[in-house]
């Protein structure tokens, strides 16, 4: 005969499973559906931005699109665009797929959620210009239409990203695409960068580490099949034409010019100086803010006073004070230099 005490071990752990199972809100279940839901969300959302994307910028959006946009089997790519009709965002016609205007200012919304993710990204932390774009691709699925609007408001609703996408408005209203790609500027002719893809990841990555950024001046000098030779704020780069094609650019008129050159505050010998012209665009957030703290702001004359043994950090008089910056950081700071060999 089998001992009660079995029975009523098995019968508790029998109960106990259940109830993590399926005790409601905390159980198994439950967050698993929730984590379904919440994934088939994120998918249908992604799938509205491809969409406006490819409608955006003048392209068909089809099932192969969207398959590889999102990097999903074809079959579920087909369920997800099936999805997306019978809610009515999507229509089907001459081989491809269109927003209906409900399916646009969903889209938009999500569009400008990623978009102010970014910008706060680059100004407001320290992450890296490589990680803003996958940070955002999770953020702006968490946020209600309110909490995209506060965060709008505490950055006084910027008009752009710092890719140099136009944000839409909380009106839905976005800027039509604007400038052109570096490889069809005119040897001489004079622009400003206006926009740089963020995508595929390992040609924005090569971008960023040519420290190209919107709002920079360039010039090309040599355009060939194989290379694209140009300067930007007086810096010579050379890209392989599938990287240029990656950088929009606007020309600007005749008379404008290029700005620059100028020398970084890392490159003073002791003893030297130089006046703070800039700060390179990629000293953000916090970085960007400790360096104005440290009185290092345009106008300001600084002075290598002492180094390291190593080398690094160096010494800079500044307003009085010495201030140790590591090279990576005096690298960050544009100066023109300061003759000190007269009286002034």
Known sequence: MTDPAVYLVVAVALLTAAILLLWPVRGWLWRWLRAFRATERVQIEDALKHLFDCEYNDRLANLQSLSGA???????????????????LLTEGDGGYSLTAEGRKYAL????AHRLWERYLSDETGHDPEAWHDRAEQLEHT???EEVEALSASMGHPRFDPHGDPIPTAGGEIAPP???PLTALEVGELAEIVHIEDEPEAIYAQLVAEGLHPGMRVRVHEATPKRIAFE????????APILAANLSVQPLPQHEEMAG???????????????????????????RRRMLDLGLIPGTEVTAEIQ???????GYLVRGAVIALRRSQADQIQIEPVDTSHPR
């Open 232 to 239: 930007a704020d007086a810096e010579e780069h050379v890209l």
């Open 70 to 88: 999102l990097a999903v089997s074809g079959n579920r790519a087909a369920e997800l665009l099936s999805q997306l009709q019978e809610r009515e």
């Open 261 to 287: 050159p100028y020398a970084r505050l890392s490159s003073l010998d002791t003893g030297e100086s130089g006046r703070v012209v800039a700060f390179a665009p990629m000293l953000r957030g916090p970085q």
């Open 178 to 180: 604007f400038g052109r």
């Open 109 to 112: 919304r999500i569009v400008r």
């Open 143 to 145: 946020l209600s239409t």
């Open 308 to 314: 390291s043994p190593s080398g690094d950090p160096t």
